[in-house]
């Protein structure tokens, strides 16, 4: 069985404090909400994990749920900020 990954960078110079921030799946309106102590670093990755073989060992690697979320097909995803702006969005 495989994991749903979805990879998340900053590339900007800052941390980014991920309290009230949100990974959206499009297809079936499924939100992962980023653990309010987490903390993106300048420069670092993310992997945020779906399904039966989803991982969980921070700072690298969030699970999100042991089921699927990802359309095969090529869901869409949506990051949201705390205010509810989009940042980035995967078509």
Known sequence: MKTDVVTIKNTGSSDVKM??????S???NQTFNFPDNYVLKAGASVNINAGPNATH????SLEWIE????NNSGDA???IDPYGKV???LN
Do not use: R
Not at 19 to 24: N, S
């Open 19 to 24: 309290k009230g921030w949100k990974l959206i």
């Open 26 to 28: 499009v297809t079936g």
């Open 57 to 60: 060992n921070p700072p690298t």
């Open 67 to 70: 089921k699927y979320i990802w």
């Open 77 to 79: 995803a949506k990051l």
């Open 87 to 89: 940042i980035n969005q």
